[in-house]
């Protein structure tokens, strides 16, 4: 297991790195700026020479060479050699230590440092070593300094365009895969890294797209779109349309990822039509891949299946190995949202081998999300979090902070499952956190209803209710229809647990509607089942089971464990129905079922319907031993409505099958019925109260205990003044009753 994923404490490599670090610092500004051209050439793949680091002993052309900076730079490396840079045979410079110690270098210089110091030092180190394409008196200075052979320079001189250009592009590139080093790189207008007078305009044009890309995917959406309009402005000036007809698609990316879907829309058509006038197969792909994934978030995953299908054969046609592998993760998310799962999961194995392949760590921590979402949905929690994690360390190791908080979220998801409600709620708000660093607007909305989901469990109803509203409303300005679907669940199960179930239906049978329009079959899975539910409770018998058998058919195509919670569903209408033997059946198919799955939750749901159904059968010792099961799992705290149900059913339990009851069982039914009564009025959940109430009250009236009685009489008659309309309603009449009997 790797450690604590909300956690992001010093480990063994930052504290060698650190001592690296404050090793160089204490030799000097020079010596540092050495450990940091060092660091970043390695980590960028580019073989590294001693006569490179001399660079930064000769700052200008004209100016002498300074005898402490020329020191500074052989101190770094004396300090370097051995640790970081090893000597190949027959001068041939260095190999460096493995690529992630120079990443981590480089990344702790932008945590330890503000931000414009560490990206100054880098721009210096990095301008002073770009600076020899286009200065041949400063590279005869190194090459007196040395007094020998100097095959880097020897390298440069013969073609300064050629290095500059291969050179420059691998350092940008860094930033690419690695988009936490994105605030050492900057903006055009603020770094302090000039490229070099030699550099080809086709090479300058590669490195606006790489820093916009880098900061695209670390969040930071304003800078992207300021690189990618000068990239624009480049390829108009250069007369390069192909460049251009990009810089147009990335900009649509920038706007999806803000979640300006019309805008995005209109960016890639665009770029589509000026690829396809130029014949750029590789951009007009990138936009029908962009494309597809402004129609998978608005929930069209037909469509975006189309779109990415088209993308993947232009992608493999060209040889593009990494549009192949984005191109067959976005076909396996469409397949996944339609409840295709074998094949959704096939196809995420695909783009993690692909992924592997070509070394794309990114898209390999996408591929592990996934695959990870598609073992939790079918019960599979410890695979999932393995996955997670996994997936967690890389998109730490890059920088990927969108990745780490969808890992993060991923993660909250299976605590829930598995009632680890205060865990829950840290992944959570570690991933809102970054969310709303990198303003991830759909992430934020999705977050909040995730909270609010958790919030309605913990019996927070306000609270749920008021965090669903933000993110529907996030939802409705993205026209993101499965966002919108998603938090009316909550709404709908926020409205139900108050007892409020014609609200609860109104939220239900518009979330129906729209998953139907998108095609979400999961997502018409769970609709279906809570308007079943909700038939139920309103006693319209027949709707109910055609809901709830309609929502157990998909569940069971799907093969996903709502299956579970139909059955236990079903079992309580055959209950209602007093068909005990068909209820014993579905409870028995549902534990079967269970047994596949790690998930407490649903286990002590499936034994309190169990002692309901032994109550109904007059086997209160059977009823006892379910509850007892129950009481397990459920809290006070971490799960006050489930609770309050379960010590209501107690009290109803002690009562059972006793016709000549003393005040010692009474008074224990009595108090548990009033236990669960004020966990109900506690959350905020008066249909349940007065359930509760009505109980209580003639209970007590029956037992002659008139005064208390009359007062639970007007503790119900305080509690509908305030409760919703339907519930008032609902609850009026036996209210209104038992004043006139107690009168």
């Not at 010093?10 to 404050?22: P, Q, S």
């Not at 030699?198 to 304003?222: F, K, N, Q, V």
């Not at 009250?697 to 208390?708: I, K, N, P, S, W």
Request: charge should be negative; charged fraction near 30%.
């Amino acid at each position: 297991r790797f450690g604590d994923p909300t956690t992001e404490a010093g480990n063994a490599l930052d504290a060698d790195v650190d001592a690296v670090r404050e090793d160089l610092a204490d030799e000097g500004e020079t010596a540092l700026a050495a450990g940091v051209l060092a660091n970043a050439l390695n980590a960028a793949g580019i073989e590294l020479y001693d006569e490179l680091l001399y660079a930064l002993a000769v700052a200008e052309p004209a100016e002498e060479s300074s005898g402490d900076r020329i020191a500074q730079v052989e101190a770094a490396l004396d300090r370097l050699r051995g640790h970081v840079l090893f000597s190949r045979s027959e001068d041939r410079g260095y190999h460096g230590v493995h690529e992630s110690w120079s990443v981590q270098f480089l990344r702790r210089a932008v945590e330890t440092t503000d931000e414009h110091t560490a990206r100054r030092r880098f721009g210096t180190a990095i301008s002073a070593l770009l600076a020899l394409a286009d200065e041949p008196i400063r590279r005869d200075r190194i090459a007196a300094l040395r007094a020998g052979t100097t095959p880097a320079l020897e390298q440069i001189a013969v073609d300064p365009t050629g290095w500059a250009d291969s050179v420059t592009e691998a350092l940008f590139g860094l930033g690419v895969t690695t988009p936490a080093l994105a605030p050492l790189y900057g903006t055009t207008d603020t770094s302090a890294l000039s490229l070099p007078a030699a550099i080809s305009p086709s090479a300058e044009g590669r490195c606006l797209r790489a820093r916009g890309r880098m900061h695209t995917l670390a969040g930071a959406y304003d800078r992207a779109a300021g690189e990618f309009e000068r990239l624009l402005d480049h390829a108009e000036t250069v007369g390069c349309q192909a460049l251009a007809a990009e810089a147009i698609a990335q900009l649509g990316r920038v706007e999806r990822e803000r979640g300006n879907f019309e805008r995005a829309v209109e960016r890639f058509e665009r770029a589509i039509e000026r690829a396809r006038d130029v014949d750029d197969a590789r951009t007009e792909a990138m936009g029908l891949d962009g494309l597809g994934t402004v129609a998978h978030c608005r929930g069209a995953y037909d469509r975006a299946t189309e779109y990415h299908e088209r993308a993947l054969a232009i992608h493999r046609e060209i040889g593009n190995r990494h549009g192949e592998v984005v191109a067959v993760r976005r076909l396996a998310a469409a397949t996944h949202m339609r409840g295709e799962y074998d094949q959704a999961r096939q196809q995420y194995e695909r783009a993690l081998e692909i992924s592997r392949e070509i070394g794309d760590r990114r898209e390999e921590g996408q591929a592990l999300v996934n695959l990870g979402i598609v073992a939790h949905q079918r019960g599979e929690y410890d695979r999932a979090r393995n996955r997670y994690e996994a997936a967690i360390a890389i998109q730490r190791e890059i920088g990927d902070r969108r990745g780490e908080a969808k890992s993060l979220y991923s993660l909250g998801v299976i605590a829930t499952n598995q009632a680890e409600l205060d865990r829950a709620r840290e992944r959570y708000e570690a991933a809102l956190r970054i969310r709303r660093e990198v303003g991830d607007q759909q992430g934020v909305a999705r977050t909040l209803n995730a909270l609010a989901k958790l919030e309605t469990r913990s019996g927070q109803y306000d609270k749920a209710r008021d965090r669903a509203e933000q993110a529907l409303a996030i939802f409705e300005e993205l026209a993101d229809t499965q966002g919108q679907a998603s938090a009316l669940a909550t709404l709908g199960t926020v409205a139900y647990r108050r007892g409020a179930y014609d609200r609860s239906r109104e939220y239900n049978a518009t979330r129906l509607s729209l998953v139907r329009e998108t095609e979400d079959r999961r997502g018409e899975l769970m609709a279906v089942y809570s308007l079943g539910r909700i038939a139920l409770e309103q006693g319209e018998l027949t709707e109910a089971r055609e809901r709830l058998e309609s929502a157990l058919e998909i569940a069971r195509e799907l093969e996903v464990n709502q299956e579970i919670t139909c059955l236990r569903t079903l079992a309580a209408l055959a209950r209602t129905e007093s068909e005990y033997d068909t209820a014993a059946e579905r409870l028995a198919s549902a534990r079967d079922r269970l047994e596949q799955f790690d998930d407490p939750s649903r286990r002590a749901k499936l034994a309190l319907e169990r002692a309901r159904l032994a109550l109904a059968r007059g086997e209160p010792a059977v009823a006892r031993d379910a509850l007892d099961t129950a009481a397990d799992t459920f809290g006070e705290d971490d799960t006050p409505y489930w609770y309050g149900l379960s010590r209501r059913l107690e009290g109803t339990v002690e009562l059972a099958g006793d016709d000549d009851r003393d005040a010692a069982t009474l008074d224990r039914a009595l108090g548990a019925w009033t236990d669960a009564l004020e966990i109900f009025e506690r959350i905020d959940a008066p249909g349940p109260a007065l359930s509760t109430l009505q109980r209580i009250v003639e209970t007590t009236r029956e037992a002659g205990r008139t005064d208390r009685s009359r007062a639970f009489h007007e503790r119900a008659r305080a509690l509908l003044e305030t409760a919703p309309a339907e519930v008032a309603a609902r609850h009026r009449e036996w209210i209104d009753a038992t004043a006139v009997v107690d009168s």
